[in-house]
């Protein structure tokens, strides 16, 4: 799982160093990667004053502007298949670039656009051919996003979407790249 998820990081982070200036202006720069953590415990370490929670996976925005997944959540998803770190690794990377564009690119419904954009790099980064999807990768993203769209302490289908809309979303950056996942 740990080697899944340092390529996960390094595919996702190549893609947007690649395409950064053909998509935006400015310069792309890499959000910190706190990586794994073990969410629930008395030192666990915080974003904003809050700590880390169990079974969960964000971005803390700036100041501190980093991405972290808990352990036990990579290894529960990873348990059904590797897919799993490589889309939570992508999706919790577009809630960085998110915070890196022009507020009237961000969607309001900013979850969604995230599945959006994990779509667009992780099929982007396999037309590039720095990811290669194995067999049954498909369905374990798929069932990723049904997953993470299920009730959870901190996620519910008003903010992350139900499942339907998690699997159309990623769908449309998967089949549109990027630019698929801002307003028009």
Request: charged letters at 20%; aromatic letters at 12%.
């Amino acid at each position: 799982m740990l080697t899944d998820i340092d390529t996960a990081v390094s595919v996702v982070n190549q893609f947007w160093a690649q395409h950064w200036s053909e998509l935006f202006t400015g310069k792309y720069t890499a959000p910190y990667v706190v990586g794994l953590y073990d969410g629930g415990t008395s030192n666990a370490a915080t974003c904003a004053g809050e700590p880390f929670v169990a079974n969960n996976a964000f971005y803390c925005p700036p100041p501190e502007d980093f991405v972290a997944w808990d352990r036990g959540l990579m290894a529960e998803g990873y348990a059904e298949g590797d897919a799993w770190v490589y889309l939570v690794v992508a999706h919790e990377w577009g809630h960085a670039i998110q915070h890196r564009l022009a507020d009237d690119l961000v969607s309001i419904g900013k979850e969604l656009q995230a599945d959006c954009l994990a779509g667009a790099v992780l099929y982007g980064a396999a037309s590039d051919g720095t990811l290669l999807f194995e067999e049954g990768d498909q369905k374990e993203l798929a069932a990723g996003l049904v997953n993470l769209a299920d009730e959870t302490p901190w996620t519910d289908s008003k903010d992350h979407g139900d499942p339907f809309q998690r699997v159309d979303w990623f769908d449309l950056g998967r089949a549109g790249g990027v630019k698929a996942c801002f307003p028009s």
